[in-house]
């Protein structure tokens, strides 16, 4: 039986996917991730625990359009292990079929998603897994503690120990971006500000700027441990990479490079506190 993750950033539509996922009697349990930083935290879990760990993860039903990254990103990533989950994409775009077969996904389920090609797709996982060796716990069994096959099968090869260096790590340090259909990682340190453009958000860097499908409110939330405050509804900046804050007849701006972004009344006085503050501390 299939221990099971699937991903959709659209909640019906993984409340949908999952009330089917846990319908198929060959589904052993069916977890939900909203998006793909909740994704990767328990992928990584799972990693580490190992297939056969209480944590291990069978299959991952990916949706491909996400905010930040995408499901192509995160088969990409999990492509660099030893021994991944297997992928199968769930996706209204038929356009990316190519790319996913590359990646050695299982199959391509087209949405809406109907019953009967979803159940193909359980059927066509739990074919390769047997195939494989077969990872998953043994039907009516209480999850493994340690390594366990299913009847007919020798226990697998010890399993590589995890990198040091996790796939949530790599989400932590870098964001994905795409250029011309290729997927490429811009280091967060490397961004010196970013502007609102409408749900998007572009990063611009000193080599130059990408546009990614996150809102800049998402960028500010998740990027305030890392230094970078609001100082506009359409900016948000590095505090380090600040080179110099104008005030001119009652306006305020920053200089970040070559660029000058005003500074909105409301953020004035927070961000030459958080200045001040870094030149005395």
């Known amino acids: 039986m299939l221990r099971v993750l699937a991903v959709d950033d659209e909640k019906p539509l993984?409340?949908?996917l999952l009330y089917l996922l846990r319908s198929d009697p060959r589904v052993l349990g069916a977890e939900g991730a909203s998006d793909a930083t909740e994704a990767l935290r328990r992928?990584?879990?799972?990693l580490e625990s190992g297939p056969e760990g209480p944590d291990g993860i069978d299959v991952v039903f990916l949706d491909i359009h996400m905010a930040g990254l995408t499901g192509l990103d995160i088969?990409?990533?999990?492509?660099?292990f030893a021994r991944p989950p297997l992928i199968v994409f769930v996706t209204a775009h038929e356009g990316f079929a190519v790319q996913a077969f590359d990646l050695k996904a299982v199959d391509y389920v087209l949405k809406p998603v109907r019953p009967e090609r979803l159940a193909e797709a359980v059927r066509r996982a739990c074919a390769q897994l047997d195939r494989a060796g077969g990872t998953r716990p043994?039907?009516?069994?209480?999850?493994?503690?340690?390594?366990?096959a299913p009847a007919g099968h020798s226990v697998p090869p010890q399993r590589r120990p995890a990198p040091?260096?996790?796939?949530a790590d790599r989400t932590a340090e870098q964001i994905a971006v795409e250029l011309g259909g290729v997927t490429r990682f811009v280091a967060i340190a490397d961004i010196a500000y970013v502007e609102?453009?409408?749900?998007?958000?572009?990063?611009?860097?000193d080599e130059g700027s990408h546009l990614v499908r996150?809102?800049?409110?998402t960028l500010e939330e998740r990027w305030a441990a890392r230094g970078f405050v609001r100082i506009h509804r359409r900016h948000l900046v590095a505090l380090a990479r600040i080179d110099e804050l104008r005030l001119d007849a009652g306006t305020t701006s920053v200089r970040v490079g070559s660029a000058e972004l005003q500074v909105s009344r409301r953020h004035s006085r927070q961000l030459r506190d958080l200045l001040m503050r870094q030149a005395t501390g």
Do not use: F, K, N
């Not at 088969?75 to 660099?80: E, S, T, V």
């Not at 009516?140 to 390594?147: F, I, K, L, Y």
């Open 14 to 16: 993984l409340e949908e």
């Open 196 to 205: 609102a453009q409408g749900d998007y958000a572009r990063l611009h860097t």
């Open 75 to 80: 088969a990409r990533l999990l492509a660099g």
């Open 43 to 46: 992928i990584t879990r799972a």
């Open 164 to 167: 040091e260096v996790t796939v």
């Open 138 to 148: 043994p039907e009516h069994a209480e999850p493994a503690t340690g390594p366990l």
């Open 214 to 217: 996150i809102p800049l409110s």
